[in-house]
């Protein structure tokens, strides 16, 4: 039960940062919100990652995941550790995508969602020790809840997009 028990913690952790550049947005409107890669290009053409990945995001995922770490029972590195690396997986998604012609905020179901699951609970594995099936089973809850929840914030106006 105690594996179970962290599981939902640390995908409630996930969930902050893949939660808090949207809220940041939504707040912040344009403000602060310059493109990590600056705007350049690929040498295939296409942006290295996008417009929406901004330097406001990744210290808004870091932020939220330093504060509400201690609230779920870890230290506040750990969360800001699982925020740049979630945040790390979601760049690296953004750019996979990027490489395969998908247009910037473009929908790509276990692309979208595995990285930016995955990278910090491997991180988390050594740290904390984290059994392996706790990892498989965060990271495939985060697949399937992730859309709908994106789908959630859009109905309430948070997102632009429902995913």
């Known amino acids: 039960m105690d594996a179970f028990w962290l599981g939902v913690r640390l995908l409630l952790l996930l969930t902050a940062a893949n939660g808090a550049p949207i809220l940041l947005k939504r707040m912040l409107g344009d403000g602060w919100s310059t493109p990590i890669d600056f705007g350049r290009r690929f040498p295939d053409g296409r942006p290295w990652l996008g417009p929406s990945k901004t330097w406001r995001g990744l210290a808004a995922a870091v932020a939220a995941c330093t504060v509400v770490a201690p609230v779920l029972g870890f230290p506040p590195d750990v969360g800001a550790l699982s925020g740049l690396l979630a945040m790390t997986g979601d760049a690296l998604s953004s750019f996979i ?15 979208d969602q595995i990285p930016e699951s995955l990278l910090p609970l491997l991180a988390l594995q050594h740290l904390l020790g984290v059994p392996w099936l706790v990892i498989a089973g965060v990271v495939l809850a985060f697949l399937l809840l992730e859309t709908p929840v994106a789908w959630a914030f859009h109905r309430l106006g948070l997102r632009d997009r429902p995913y």
């Open 97 to 111: 995508k990027r490489r395969l012609g998908i247009v910037p905020s473009g929908q790509s179901f276990g692309i």
